[in-house]
């Protein structure tokens, strides 16, 4: 089987032979040339991942009616111990099949796109390397065969994201949110490795295949020892859901992604909005039977925590004026919204409708968010300024745009027959059996995703008509194609048969739209356009009465909720003043000082006994006498 | 006098032999010629050094007053190498004119202080025991205070030879004592009749200051500084290695071979001297600013390491002693060769004096750095294996204590050797000590050491020849 | 009370008296003649136990030769009346307990030793005897000793000739000595 | 001769002249002084010899031998030392022991 | 003549060789081509090593060969190789070369700052081939000694007092190893019969465990103080900061991790009880000490300083690795100490290029120089890398196996330490990136630096040998892991009958 699929290694491998061709020789090549390598590159990866998805679902044989799970390379690369051994693989399965679709789409896109939108910048070369490397690891992440595979290409992906968000390194803006990403994804990343630390060595293995079957004995294994109350495979997977809530910025990890936003703007279509901050998703999605068979308490905490996640995000996206920023947020609010998916979902047939409509939800999220994305670069570029209150009355200058943009608004706000009026029903189809309270929230989240986006929408394309230094004008086709391209998908995706193809335990059900809880959400999202349209199409003070009102809450949510400075403090006062001031001047005064005190002693000491040298022959002879009468005494009538 | 009387006791008749030539010379020789006096004794001398070397049966002679056993005559072998370079070193000191009315006599005392050494190494009886002991005692003192016009040569003088005199007034209460228990002083019948009592302790104890005296053990050491300040360099480098040296040599075989009945007693007093000895000797030697003072305070703590050797108390520790010795002799003579060639061209002897000495005299400066590396027991050179067999020899007795003390005290000896290394590496100086040219003695007796202090650590066939001549409690 | 006891305590109390003397008399020449006595009484004890021999040496070499010899170098290196300074009352206080508890200590033990009478003849001690003994190489023989020591007294002749031996300073480098 | 006279008498005797040649040593500012309580050591341990050889090993003659040589090298050291002190008054113009002290520490 | 003792013939010819030359171009020249034949040496050691395990041969030391030298200590000339010194001498020889390179632009006293480097290189290299004891003691002793006069004659700063402090601190450590060797000597046959100085032999034999107590903490401690064990470590920062280029690289790089070798090879290996038994304080201090290392490193301004104290934290991994007494974290030591190496060495290379350009070390008066010296700050960044474990460098397969390896105890003790231990990835992630960022992103502070030129060519061959070795560690781990892993297994064997938990 694994013979059919041998080619699949080239998937990962094209962008990580073209990371190290651009990356070691970039510039040497002209900059136009590097960035046409990077995307060729991706184009064919982009070719034979559809062609890998087409072979999988359709092509391949399933066995008792579940797709297989295809393990297409393996090899042993850093062995622990005889059952602990890191294997580099490449696993296809209706998850990670899918994931390739999704990455090596926006990939792509992203890759043309950024033909035109960095066309001329300081070091092309070196972003289509970082772009490359980025595609490398993430293909690398998902079609991880190991857990801990996952974890390597984990941090591959963290640190490409570093690099593209530091792009414009000279910026202090964009190196301090360089790192802020790195570190609170890092620091996530600690929960994960403890996370695989624990679940390894209860379970005795690293593999995904043994894992995560639901019969095998590594899940029946685990569940035993308890620890504060929870078993440890509980902890464990807690703990893998920190690593990522890290990368899906779920809260309180979230901080870094608004921030992220200073990296140029494909890279935030492709990393934060498309393919890396879903990763999370992936991985609870991925190792989905274990958390459900062996740890639905921590299921419970997914669920929570993206539910929070997605009202708390939305909120927050309903103040901000930086576009990029609305847009962050709004992915934070949508990546609650998968993880309350996976939170809420059963395992096996109709029971799994959570995890499938999770799945598809980060299928066409992918799709409209990093066409939201692009598109805001568009206007970006036509515009100079990330700011919504320096915009207004574009749908003039940039016809293209404003359509595509349009078309992503309504499919996020959940209006039929865009994709994610499917992906997001089913979500609260999921919530509504499982969990009403989280089904309120969500419902809610509905109305206010809607209500942003187009208060984003007509900020931007409507308004007040601003007065442009230059003129804007529509992007060159290296960028619309992408554009459009995006907003056909996100049209259409919607009726792909998800539930025929991606669903727990890899057997087709029949899904349908559950009218009873689909209008009510439709509606929401009407009124939330409505609303949006009230406040935001003219130009008048009606939302500055409306922040007048709320005064409080206004504030705190423009703010943030001052994450931000939480974050600041735990850093700067408690890391920097009150450990490592400390250790610091404890290493060199206190440990240090007492080297040095030895040293000072002894030559002090050396100092009073000088006395005894005083050149005084008789004392000489007082001493020597004294010794020898004290060593007599000593010797003969105390040791004796 | 039968061949085998004089091949037994050829060092010493040798000695004498060359000293009444000497004398005779003194008186015959025409006085404008008077300086070839020193080339003629260095090479009396050097013969003598070798046929020490002829292997000879072991045997004793007048009635066991006087033995010769191997590692005794390895014993005078190893310190008539050390005298040949000492008397090597002296010949560019000599030749200056204010010593050229006493050049013969220099030799004169110098060998009839090595006389006393040898009788006393060969000595089987407390009486050759202590005139040894004087002989090479009261000699040196005269050659301490040789400098007529330096206050500090006279002071030295007088300071060595009082403070001689009231320890050996003490050692010879202590030998009337051990003769009053045991009836004798033939070392063989001491050793079988010595019995614990408290009387024999105390002459055992009296007699063994007097000995830790020569040998500058803590708190006995008092005069050594200074002596060692005041004399002149030559003779400070002979004090500090020779005399030294011969006294350690008789003072071990006498432990080992009269005393050992008492062992525990006088392993409990060396445990506790050579701690202090090291500790103390270490300490004063830190704020040392003169050189020969700081040379005085580092031979102090290193007689504390060789006591380790001696704690041993068995063959090891015997060899290691010996052994050691050679190679504290090639490394403090290396170390007083280059402070000597230094003070002879500028008469300059302080610390400070050789900052920068490197850019100038690099030969001088490597050949001190190697001789205070050995002296510090670093690896490669032949410090570093001579200390190791002592704390082998300590630890082998189990005094593990002892040893971590005894290393921990090398440390602070390092930081003091590191001091002039880096007086002559890494300081700076205005005007440094200009570059000199030495003559072939000073050369010769510098390469004798180098040779000595890189040779002897490795091949390892110089210990096992030791080891295999020495015995153990 | 025998007269030997008598004798013996006679110069006990002289020894003890005049050495005491000896080290703490003020006037050095005074102190000088003191240690004459001390050396004359001591020879009078080698009398009672017999050494007559000794007694002439301790006599000659000593009282007549030493002695002779310090009165020489006083006389040389300080004026006849000249009183020394009284001694630091710190240093004679401490250097007295030293020695008081050192007497004590040496004492005691030399009482509690048991010392067994002999059994052994003694030897005739004559001139013959001893001058056999002192050329003798066997056991009991001391011809080295008498060796060593000629070469001893050689060593010491030349050592307090050069030293004593007056000459023109000569200077031929900076001398590294406080003037 | 010496019946009635228990040998310690004369040890006690010995260590007393012993001491006091010590409190000598330590207390006289005179250098030729001191060499004179050095005198006083050495004659104490030729009694001692002297009077062990008498009283407990009359057979042989190794404590008068031992006296003898003793004696022999007091003189060789008193004439090397007043040779030295005679040089030291020439070098300091005094005998006082506490002014020789040009080095220490 | 032996392949082994070659390697430390090799450096004492080229001394040779420099002694005879006074040209200062040609003393550089016969150095690097004397380490460069060196690294030759090395790889085909690594070669011969490989092909005799696949020809079947299983001892635990290969190439043994003996010469016999104090006979009536039993001390022998004995040298052999396992997986284990193999894979050290590969790196050794890969850090020499670089700092030779580093170092090709020392102008005062060039030939004997060659001597002394190379001097010091020997020992090393004669450490790791010793099997005995006192062979082992004495190379160890010859490779910490010329760094006094490295540093005191060549170094910046403070350079004495450092060079004196550090010189010091190393020789108290090697005061108690010496009392440790002669402790183990002495008990190295409790049934009668000979002493031995040889590790192999005396490993056969169980230690009486009363001496153990003692001794073990003495030899662990002895080489804990050069492996920068809390609190003996406060030599590194100053002595680092101190020291020229080519010193720290290879005092870091290569000097540091004779402590951890000692101690498994040594305490561990040859007193498995006492370790047993003790292990725990030193976990305390290890696991403090990578802690305590990484947030020390948080606030320093000196590049120097940083780098010193990522090592306190990283070298702290090794010894509680090795404390750790399994197959798979003591693997992870050994691995570690090859990869702190490999990416310190290539730090400090970095530090001095840069501290050669912009003449200061202190991070906030440099910025942006990613700009004006593109070359040396991407290295920067990847040394960088490496250090806060990134995958595909050296640095993550050596902490994961660490991890991995500690983690297989199950007791609280054990997991907390490792816990403890875990989190310094990310404090090591904020170091790192804070001087990533101060340093060569951002806007450019000075003037001056605009005018700075990138890497020469000998700095760029210095560099590169570094990174390629990094990166293939860390790309390919699997024959190293496995080699030294093999290795591993008779020692591990041995301290299980010590403690089979």
Known sequence: MTTDFGYALLIPLIPLLMFLLLGLAGNQLKARLSGLLGTIGLGVV???????????????????????????????????????????????????????????TVSFMVHIYSLGYMKGEVGFERFYAFLSLFSFSMLGLVLANNIFQMYIFWELVGVSSFLLIGFYYQRPTAVLASKKAFIVTRFADLGFLIGILLLSFNTGTFDFSILCDPQGAAIATGSGAAFLGLSVMTWSLIFVFMGGAGKSAMFPLHIWLPDAMEGPTPVSALIHAATMVVAGVYLVARLFPVYIISAPDALVVVAYIGAFSSIFAAVIACTQTDIKRVLAYSTMSQIGLMMVGLGVSGYGGHEGLGYMASMFHLFTHAMFKALLFLGAGAIIHAVHSNHMTEMGGLRKYLPITHITFLIACLTIAGIPPFSAFFSKDEILVAAWHHDKLIFAVEYIVAGLTAFYMFRLYFNIFWGKETHYHHTPHEAPAVMTIPLIFLAFLSVFSGFIPFSKLVTTDGIPFEGHIDWSLALPSVFIGLVGIIIAMVMYKKETSLPDKVAATFKHGYKWAFNKFYMDEVYMFVTKKIIFAYISTPVAWFDRHIVDGSMNGISRLTNAFSFRIREFQSGQLQKYGFVFISGVLLLTFLMVYLWN | MSLQIFSLMRHELLLIAVLLLILVAEIFWDPARKKNIRIFAVILFGIITLLGFLPVPEGSLFGEMYIVTPVRLMMKNILNIGVLIVLLQSITWLGKEKNSDKIS????????????????????????????????????????????????????????????????????????????????LYFTEVAGLFTGSNLALLGFIFFFTGMAFKISIVPFHLWTADVYEGAPVNVTSYLSVISKGAALFIFIIVLFSVFPAISVVWQKMIYVLSILTMTIGNLFAIRQQNLKRFLAFSSISQAGYILLGVIGGNELGMASVVYYLLVYIFSNLGAFGVAIAISNASGKENIDDYNGLYKTNPGLSLIMMLALFSLAGIPPVAGFFGKFFLFTAAAEQGFFILVLIAILNTIISLYYYLLVIKAMFINKSENPIPPLKSDFPTRLALTLCVGGIVIVGFASIIFEYIRNMSFGV | MEMNQIIFILFAAIIVVFSILTVTSRRILRAAVSLLFVLVSTAGLYFMLNFAFLAAVQLALYAGGIVVLIIFSILLTSHISQKMEAVDLKKSVFSALAVILGMILTITTILQFSFQATTAAAAEINMEVIGKAMLSYEVDGFVLPFELISVLLLAAMVAAIIIAKKGSPVSDAPNPDKP | MNNGIPLQYFLILASIMFFVGIYGFLTRRNLIGILMSVELILNSVNINFLAFNRYLYPDRLEGLFFSLFIIAVAAAEAAVAIAIIINIYRRFSTVNVEHVNEMRF | MNILSLLVLIPLLTIAGILFLKDTQKTRLVSAIGMGIQLIVAAVLVFMYLSERKAGNTDEML????????????????????????????????????????SWQVENLTREFFISLILLSSGVFGFFISLDLFTMFLFYEVAVIPMYLLIGIWGSGPKEYSAMKLTLMLMGG???????????????????????????????????????????PLTFVGFGVLGALFPFHTWSPDGHASAPTAVSMLHAGVLMKLGGYGAFRVAMFLMPEAADEMAWIFIILTSVSVVYGAFGAIVQKDLKYINAYSSVSHCGLVLFAILMMNKTAMTGAILQMISHGLMTALFFALIGMIYGRTHTRLIHEMGGLMKVIPFLGVVYVIAGLASLGLPGLSGFVAEMTIFFGAFEHTDPFHRIATLVAVSSIVITAVYILRVVGTLLLGPIKNDHFNHLEDATWFERISTITLVVAVAAIGVAPYWLSTMIGDSMLPIVNKLLTANPF
């Open chain 1, 46 to 104: 982009f070719v034979l991942s559809y062609y890998t998805a087409y072979k999988y679902f359709f092509a391949t044989e399933k066995i008792a009616g579940a797709f297989s799970k295809i393990t297409a390379f393996d090899m042993v690369w850093l062995r622990f111990s005889d059952s602990l051994h890191i294997n580099m693989g490449i696993l296809l399965d209706p998850i990670s099949v899918m994931m390739l679709v999704v990455i090596s």
């Open chain 2, 105 to 184: 006599e220099y030799f004169i005392l110098l060998l009839s202080t090595l006389t006393g050494m040898s009788y006393m190494i060969s000595s089987g009886h407390f009486l050759m025991l202590y005139l040894g002991l004087e002989l090479a005692t009261i000699p040196l003192a005269a050659l301490a205070a040789f400098d007529r016009y330096s206050n500090n040569s006279a002071e030295a003088g007088i300071k060595l030879i009082l403070s001689s005199a009231l320890s050996s007034g003490i050692l010879l209460y202590g030998l009337s004592m051990i003769y009053g228990t045991v009836g004798n």
């Open chain 5, 63 to 102: 190439f043994v060969r003996s010469y016999e030298w104090f006979k009536s200590l039993n001390i022998y000339y004995t040298v052999g190789v396992d997986g284990i010194s193999v894979a050290m001498i590969a790196l050794t020889s890969i850090v020499v070369i670089a700092g030779i390179f580093a």
């Open chain 5, 174 to 216: 090697s005061a108690l190893l010496l009392v440790g060797i002669l402790g183990i000597y002495f008990n190295s046959a409790p049934g009668g019969g000979e002493l031995s100085f040889n590790i192999l032999e005396i490993s056969k034999i169980q230690i009486p465990i009363e001496a153990q107590r003692f001794f073990f």
